[in-house]
């Protein structure tokens, strides 16, 4: 069982910045793909980046070069840097756990609220 918990979000202003993080409980975090998934009203939950451990993090289009994903395994930590944000990132960011050897285990955040606007 892994307890996803995380912090940061709010308000930001376009051209902003914001940090998200992620505190991960449980053993074996090194063996859990991270990721961060949001879903802004109306839409489906979409996947924002991903990193594996030891291995290249993955971005979703829209967010490259402007967001970036890293990954703590002795803090058990995960956190996404946003850089240049934009009205069309205002979303609930989730965290997630996937383990890649196991199809369909994952574990969800609460989610936090992440909102652009002037």
């Known amino acids: 069982q892994v307890q996803l918990v995380e912090s940061g979000g709010g308000l930001g202003q376009p051209g902003g910045s914001l940090r998200l993080s992620c505190a991960a409980s449980g053993r074996v975090f090194s063996m859990y793909t991270m990721g961060w998934y949001r879903q802004a009203p109306g839409k489906q939950r979409e996947l924002v980046a991903a990193i594996k451990s030891g291995g290249s993090p993955n971005y979703a289009e829209s967010v490259k070069g402007r967001f970036t994903i890293s990954r703590d395994n002795a803090q058990n930590t995960v956190d996404l840097q946003m850089n240049s944000l934009k009205a069309e990132d205002t979303a609930v960011y989730y965290c997630?756990?996937?383990?890649?050897?196991?199809?369909?285990?994952?574990?969800w955040g609460q989610g936090t609220q992440v909102t652009v606007s002037s």
């Open positions: 997630s756990a996937a383990r890649p050897d196991i199809p369909g285990l994952r574990y």
